[in-house]
């Protein structure tokens, strides 16, 4: 891959994982604040019950999303390694070039389309 795509594909994905990390964070001190609350007492002996039964529900909320944002965030450091060491848009099961087109729509693919169809048909027969 030309230098000047990898800083291109390099922006993008740096910048989604500034982006993840930003909301990751937000999230973060969330539910640290709601455990401050919770050692301390605070919430757990309040009055406001109906507050707690949705409280717990915006926390699981938040976990849910968290997690799946913590797994998209993997994806990206990974790219972003493989930016680094120079492995970057090279399909890892037949070791072509992954076309920009593809890494456009997906920056952390690792498989090239024809091999994603083989890997996909290959679970058909097996399912
Ligand atoms: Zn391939």
Same mark, same amino acid.
């Given at each position: 891959?030309?230098?000047?795509?990898? $800083?291109?594909? /390099?922006?993008? =994905?740096?910048? /989604?994982? &500034? $982006?993840?990390? &930003?909301? =990751?964070?937000v999230l973060e001190s969330h539910s640290m604040n709601n455990t401050s609350a919770d050692s301390s007492g605070d919430l757990i002996y309040s009055d406001h019950m109906s507050d707690l039964g949705s409280a717990s529900m915006?926390?699981?909320?938040?976990?849910?999303?968290?997690?799946?944002?913590?797994?998209?965030?993997?994806? =990206?450091?990974?790219?972003?390694?493989?930016?680094? $060491?120079?492995?970057?848009?090279?399909?890892?099961?037949?070791?072509? $070039?992954i076309s920009k087109a593809r890494l456009e729509a997906v920056p952390t693919t690792k498989i090239c389309v024809a091999c994603k169809e083989a890997e996909a048909a290959e679970k058909e027969k097996r399912a």
């Open positions: 891959m030309e230098q000047e795509d990898c $800083e291109y594909f /390099k922006k993008i =994905l740096v910048d /989604k994982r &500034n $982006e993840i990390r &930003n909301d =990751l964070g915006e926390r699981e909320k938040a976990f849910l999303f968290a997690s799946r944002d913590g797994a998209y965030l993997e994806q =990206l450091e990974g790219a972003i390694q493989r930016i680094e $060491e120079g492995t970057y848009g090279v399909c890892r099961v037949c070791q072509t $070039e």
